[in-house]
């Protein structure tokens, strides 16, 4: 996936410890195709008690000579890679939910497009890891679910039988959402933020802002 251009935070959070991984089916095989490409199964991450639970596609390929950040694939933990994983860490703390936040993916292993990169998910993997992802939710029992970008808003939207017509409309428009017990916000995906938040009207403190007032209208207790 490509990245930012912008510089993340030099104050963005810490990379998660293994120990923060909420491992819930440890060889899964539901899916033969990213079972042959995963390195590990990328897993959900962060304290269980989380008002927010934030929701990415899929982990990439990683990166082997990032230490601290090598991606979900490579770590089995999901959203800890270069790019996208700080910079939506960093997104959330700058908003004040440092540490109150549990991050996954809508499919847990890395779909490999057999060129050494990442392709989309099929209808079916995501089909398969539905399970994974509705049992997250139903441990976290999170005040909102923030689904970053239109595959893993999509795949949410799928649990409530609705389907997206179109994706940038959405962002940051929150969506009540009963089958899960929870209010549902897309947001842009942080490794296309930088190119999208214009065409939303938002520069990066504003798109910040936004953000905030909008955690704050679903009841989510922010730190000043």
């Known amino acids: 996936m490509p990245c930012e251009t912008s510089v993340v935070s ?5 990379p998660p410890d293994s120990d923060d ?8 095989r539901r899916c033969p195709a990213l079972v042959d490409a995963r390195d590990r199964i990328a897993w959900g991450n962060g304290p269980r008690d989380a008002a927010v639970l934030v929701v990415g596609e ?10 601290d950040w ?5 770590s089995g933990l999901a959203y800890t890679s270069l790019h996208s994983g700080r910079r939506i860490r ?22 490999a497009d057999g060129d050494g990169s990442n392709r989309e998910p099929t209808d079916a993997e995501r089909s398969n890891c539905r399970t994974h992802l509705r049992t997250e939710v139903e441990t976290i029992d999170p005040t909102v679910v923030l689904a970053t ?38 947001l842009l995906h942080p490794s296309y933020a930088d190119v999208w938040r214009s065409r939303l009207g938002h520069d990066r403190a504003s798109y910040r802002e936004a953000l905030a007032a909008t955690l704050r ?7 000043d």
Request: charged share 20%; net charge negative.
């Open 217 to 223: 209208e679903c009841g989510v207790a922010l730190d």
């Open 90 to 111: 960093s997104l959330l703390a700058a908003v004040g939910l440092d540490g109150d936040a549990f991050y996954t993916n809508a499919v847990k292993c890395h779909p």
């Open 149 to 186: 970008g239109k595959h893993a808003t999509t795949t949410l939207r799928a649990v409530e039988n609705r389907t997206l017509d179109g994706f940038i409309d959405h962002v940051l428009s929150p969506v009540d959402c009963p089958t899960m017990g929870t209010t549902l916000v897309p």
């Open 21 to 28: 991984a909420l491992v819930l089916a440890p060889d899964c």
């Open 58 to 67: 899929a982990p990439a390929t990683g990166d082997p000579d990032a230490v």
């Open 10 to 14: 030099p104050d963005s959070p810490d």
């Open 70 to 74: 090598p991606g979900g694939n490579r």
